[in-house]
């Protein structure tokens, strides 16, 4: 269910787009320039992102380096590293890229200020959630968050150093691991929200997908490795 006001539109895109450029493992709408897909076609795409969703300005894209980076999209003029952006600023997109990690879109209930983070395993215990909600500025209660696509549970095993600064940090997130043959399984979304409801944010939506076991809709860094294309997520205030 979506909980964001009307002028508020979000949008989480599949690893296939009809007219999409890209081939092989990447097919065929890979929008990140970063991996070894070509060029020319992650540029095809992202001129079909534009037109397909009829954005209104090109996305604000970060330097995504599993931070706590929080930064005002209005105020970028180049590539800057930041793992978050906001806006209040009506038609800014504000956009990251994922394959795996936890996409957080954010907005107040007034739809007057949104942002998103990137929020793999390294950003989350880093407090990339807190530094994106501390840049609303806002009562928390005025906010609503949605999870986008990201691995689940059962096909995200991480080492017993990552479950340990997890619980070094809250305790509660000692419910977010699983123990399966010894091995630890860290759930992303139930994670997010131990951060969210700490924050004081319970108007939380989506965490119900697995990028992982979805191979028809969504790419998979886990799965595919250096192979893996991306999918983008953005957010904005439609224009008056």
């Given at each position: 269910m979506n909980l964001f006001p009307n002028n508020v539109k979000l949008i989480s895109t599949l690893r296939f787009l009809e007219g999409g450029s890209s081939?092989?493992?990447?097919e065929n709408f890979n929008l990140a320039f970063h991996i070894k897909d070509k060029p020319n076609h992650v540029l095809a795409n992202r001129i079909l992102l534009a037109s397909?969703?009829?954005?209104?300005?090109?996305?604000?894209?970060?330097?995504?380096?599993?931070?706590?980076?929080?930064?005002?999209?209005?105020?970028?003029?180049?590539?800057?590293?930041a793992d978050a952006s906001y806006t209040r600023e009506p038609g800014i997109v504000c956009a990251v890229l994922t394959a795996d990690c936890l996409p957080i879109f954010v907005s107040?209930?007034?739809?007057?200020?949104?942002?998103?983070?990137?929020?793999?395993?390294?950003?989350?215990?880093?407090?990339?959630?807190?530094?994106?909600?501390?840049?609303?500025?806002?009562?928390?209660?005025?906010?609503v968050v949605h999870l986008g696509p990201a691995i689940s549970q059962i096909s995200f095993e991480v080492g017993e150093e990552v479950k340990s600064q997890y619980l070094s940090k809250n305790?509660?997130?000692?419910?977010?691991?699983?123990?399966?043959?010894?091995?630890?399984?860290?759930?992303?979304?139930?994670?997010?929200?131990?951060?969210?409801?700490?924050?004081?944010?319970?108007?939380i939506s989506g965490g119900?997908?697995?990028?992982?076991?979805?191979?028809?809709?969504?790419f998979s860094y886990r799965r595919d490795g250096t192979k893996s294309g991306r999918m983008a997520h953005l957010i904005w205030i439609k224009p008056y």
């Open positions: 081939q092989g493992n990447f397909h969703y009829n954005l209104p300005s090109s996305p604000v894209w970060v330097n995504q380096v599993h931070s706590n980076i929080c930064v005002n999209a209005e105020l970028i003029s180049s590539k800057v590293d107040n209930k007034k739809g007057t200020a949104v942002g998103i983070a990137h929020a793999g395993w390294k950003g989350l215990v880093g407090g990339v959630i807190e530094s994106l909600i501390e840049s609303f500025g806002l009562d928390k209660n005025e906010l305790v509660n997130f000692e419910s977010c691991f699983t123990n399966l043959n010894n091995k630890h399984y860290l759930d992303l979304y139930s994670a997010a929200r131990v951060v969210l409801k700490s924050c004081g944010i319970t108007s119900d997908r697995c990028s992982y076991n979805e191979p028809d809709k969504y």
